[in-house]
């Protein structure tokens, strides 16, 4: 007895209680899904079980009638062997009980022969003719039979099959055939039950296995993703059909909405992080250009020379402070356009990018009397991104010491003119490059904000133009930044 407890529990175990089984098919609610696939299933299979039956017992009756047909017809034979076709009372009861029928008449041209004769019925018998084909008629003669008057008897015409002849009709009771079709269909209609039960049964646990489980799977990892969108998700399956592909384009999506939730939240901080410093960051820009009003006074030539860079830089300082530039927060005042020389504002974001002839240089070649409609602190802020990415980019390469070239060029078309950007550092790793234009995506090892090339974009789109990263690679990467002439 100790010895069945441990085998019982031990298969307990490895089988799981009886509620995570129900669980793993589905039957965890009243109200799931797997009950009512399980319900249509069971209907469905019984359905076509109906379906099966109903011809049977049409082949069941047809086939009984032709059974005493055929012993009717014997006995025809029989009795006109005798002389004049006499039989005696008795043996003529034998003959109808033997055939189990109450009378047999032979048709042959148009003359009707009764050659067994049985005593008068209470009920006028009803016609079956077997001789013609009607599908309809013979689905629904066993059920007449089956619901008919006790008393109730049947005509049967068919063809004869041992003797000359139109027909041979035959007249019978139907309680026989009401009782032999009765326990045929209650016999038909118990395997047709057991059949939908394991057809059912079979064909719902491979419905739980292929579709419920996936199903769950996916509800589970949904409702967990809508109460934290943080926490792993089931990693997708490996299967390669329709729900094999919702798995992976969930997962997918899902992590999609992660890295958004991840952006979102470091606007926000980032934000916040310049509403902090706004304020602070605008009196320091007044007490720097309060500073460089008190330079200009200065003799030293030197500073004379750098003066006006120096204006420059806190006039753009002081502009982008008061925009509080909050990158997916505020959006970007709107251009006020005006006709640029472009030789003139690629020097100037030159310098500010920190280009010079002792490290990263700068190589123009631009047509002559070159110029480009755009706003001009929005034209000076692209270019200043694409050359400082160049110069960092040069100078984080130790092969290249410090040392390289950005070099920049221009083609006027009709309606547009086509600059591009180019350097000779060591390229922007493949990884990256699909993904260059996100925001946060940076592509420096010191770690940059990842936003200046995004800004970069939405400039160039904001004057009516693009930036596009044309190539890149071991030998430098190039930019290509299109804006109307």
């Known amino acids: 007895m100790t010895g069945a407890r441990a085998l019982l529990s031990k298969l307990r175990g490895r089988l799981g209680a009886p509620g995570d089984w129900r669980e793993r098919l589905g039957f965890h609610a009243p109200d799931a899904l797997a009950w009512r696939l399980l319900l249509l299933t069971f209907a469905f299979t019984a359905v076509v079980e109906v379906l099966i039956v109903a011809p049977s017992a049409a082949s069941f009756h047809e086939r009984w009638l032709l059974d005493r047909l055929q012993s009717a017809e014997l006995a025809s034979v029989g009795v006109e062997a005798l002389p004049y076709s006499a039989v005696e009372d008795e043996t003529a009861n034998q003959l109808l009980a033997i055939g189990g029928v109450q009378a047999v008449v032979v048709g042959d041209q148009g003359v009707r022969r009764l050659l067994l004769q049985a005593p008068n019925l209470p009920r006028t018998p009803e016609l079956i003719d077997l001789r013609r084909d009607r599908p309809v008629t013979r689905l629904l003669d066993p059920w007449r039979t089956l619901f008919g008057h006790p008393d109730r008897s049947i005509r049967v ?47 719902y646990a491979g419905l739980a296995v292929l579709v419920l489980q996936p199903l769950r799977r996916v509800t589970r990892s ?25 798995e992976r384009e969930l997962s997918r999506m899902q992590e999609e909405v992660r890295q958004s939730l991840r952006s979102r939240a ?92 002792e490290g990263v240089k700068l190589a123009k070649s631009l047509p002559a009397r070159c110029s480009v409609s755009a706003d001009p602190e929005q034209l000076h802020r692209i270019l200043v991104n694409l050359m400082r990415n160049a110069r960092q980019a040069i100078e984080g390469d130790a092969a290249r010491a410090g040392h390289g070239t950005v070099r920049v060029g221009a083609e006027v078309h009709e309606a547009e003119c086509v600059i591009r950007i180019a350097d000779d550092g060591p390229g922007i790793p493949p990884r990256l490059s699909d993904r260059l234009f996100e925001a946060f995506v940076s592509g420096r090892a010191s770690g940059g904000s990842g936003l200046g090339l995004t800004i970069s974009r ?28």
Not at 338 to 348: F, S
């Open 266 to 357: 470091r606007l926000v901080a980032l934000g916040e992080a310049v509403a902090k410093i706004n304020h602070d960051l605008r009196n320091m820009l007044t007490s720097a250009q309060m500073a460089s009003e008190r330079l200009a006074a200065s003799p030293d030539p030197q500073v004379a020379k750098a003066l006006p860079r120096l204006e420059r830089a806190l006039g753009r300082a002081a502009a982008l402070s008061r925009n509080v530039l909050e990158y997916g927060r505020s959006e970007e005042p709107a251009p006020q356009k005006t006709r640029l020389p472009l030789a003139a504002a690629v020097t100037a974001a030159a310098e500010d990018a920190g280009l010079s002839a």
């Open 458 to 485: 939405e400039l160039a789109e904001l004057n009516g133009g693009s930036l596009v990263l044309v190539e890149t690679g071991p030998d430098g990467t190039v930019f290509e930044l299109r804006l109307p002439n």
């Open 157 to 203: 015409q068919a063809r004869p099959r041992y003797r000359s002849g139109d027909f041979i009709e035959i007249l019978a009771p139907a309680e026989p055939l009401k009782l032999e079709l009765r326990a045929f269909l209650l016999n038909s209609l118990l395997t047709s039950l057991l059949i939908s039960l394991v057809a059912g049964g079979l064909l």
């Open 222 to 246: 949904i409702e967990r993703f809508a109460r934290d969108p943080e926490a792993a998700g089931d990693p997708p399956g490996e299967r390669h059909d329709e729900i094999g592909r919702v």
